[in-house]
């Protein structure tokens, strides 16, 4: 194909976060899950055969890395910014700090919420290969408030990050929250860890008038090679005093029923917490990321009264520009009538009051 070894690698270690992960998880079992059959269970994987697709195959990943059209990133994109979070925040308020990537600090009627908490160097497997972030995380570890309740939304490398997890659990002792599956992936690092996994539409109270419900997404999971589909994935609907926040980390848009039923069933969203980024080449990426237009739809068919973007910026996963989903969101935005208000991203270390 003409590419050298160590390229292949690399675009190996960056498809593996993408698409699944290359180097077999170093204790994963046969199953992660052993319970009941579902709609979306089969015994051992899930599945989602009435509204999402299988994910694509190795041939389809080398394909995409062979076609090489991959805009490359600046090594480095700092930000402006570093946050110093408050201990709590018990007032109605939302404050939400954004990370970086798919990370953020929701505080929330005295509540520390941590979404998806990555400080790791890079979103891989291993600690010398694979993407590497371009700007420091919006909130130095240390500066973290007390944390509480850490969700985490499914198993690839830049949304479950065992390393930072592992630094949380000692000193901040919080409930980790996950759906099914994902428990054995965390135990297999510390059995110890007071970790609860729960299938869609499990609602799970938090304390202080919040609650979180676990909701199907269009997307899949994998840490290695042989353990494709056998943890769950979701996304969160998260009820507080002041609202809820419908936050989605990874999904594909399809035909839009994951966020139209969202809406039926939940009732007003005040936020949609929404990706935007990682999205190119769409014809690998469509069934399992949105693009910033689809996420504008998204927006709309959840009748969400503000949005935030996130999955972008700090990792380069997949083909466009690091600026694009920028553009291309402000484009949708206008083409849809919405202000930069109405649907909004953060840069690392930003924060949003509301």
Not at 24 to 51: E, I, N
Not at 96 to 112: C, D, E, F, M, R
Not at 190 to 201: G, K, M, N, Q
Not at 326 to 348: M, N, T, Y
């Amino acid at each position: 194909m003409g590419f050298s070894r160590r390229k292949l690698f690399t675009g190996l270690g960056a498809l593996g976060v993408a698409g699944g992960a290359f180097a077999a998880h170093r204790s994963a079992p046969f199953r992660y899950y052993d319970g009941p059959t579902s709609d979306h269970f089969d015994g051992t994987r899930f599945l989602d055969a009435q509204h999402g697709t299988p994910p694509k195959g190795f041939a389809d990943m080398l394909r995409w890395y062979a076609e090489r059209g991959r805009v490359p990133w600046p090594s480095r994109n700092d930000t402006p910014y570093s946050d110093k979070p408050p201990q709590r925040v018990d007032s109605a308020a939302w404050r939400i700090s954004y990370i970086g990537h798919a990370s953020l600090l929701l505080q929330a009627s005295g509540l520390n919420i941590l979404i998806d908490p990555v400080w790791s160097e890079r979103a891989s497997p291993v600690s010398f290969a694979g993407p590497k972030r371009v700007n420091d995380p919006g909130i130095a570890f240390d500066a973290l408030p007390p944390i509480d309740v850490v969700l985490i939304s499914h198993n690839h490398y830049d949304h479950l990050d065992a390393t930072t997890l592992m630094a949380l659990a000692t000193p901040h002792r919080p409930r980790f929250i996950a759906p099914l599956g994902n428990d054995t992936i965390l135990r297999a690092y510390d059995d110890r860890l007071a970790v609860e996994a729960h299938d869609w539409s499990t609602r799970v109270e938090l304390g202080r008038g919040v609650a979180v419900t676990l909701a199907p997404t269009r997307h899949w999971s994998a840490r290695g090679l042989l353990d494709r589909n056998k943890a769950l994935w979701c996304g969160f609907v998260i009820e507080t005093p002041a609202g809820r926040i419908f936050h989605v980390a990874d999904s594909g848009y399809g035909d839009g029923y994951y966020f139209r039923s969202a809406r039926e069933r939940f009732g007003p969203i005040r936020l949609a917490i929404l990706p935007v980024g990682a999205y190119e080449p769409r014809w690998f990426m469509r069934d399992q990321h949105m693009n910033p237009e689809e996420a504008v739809q998204a927006y709309r068919d959840l009748g969400a009264a503000r949005a935030l973007g996130h999955h972008y910026g700090t990792f380069q996963l997949t083909d466009e520009a690091i600026d694009a989903p920028v553009i291309a969101l402000d484009a949708a935005r206008k083409a849809a009538g919405l202000s930069a208000e109405q649907f909004r991203l953060l840069r690392p270390g930003e924060v949003w009051e509301l």
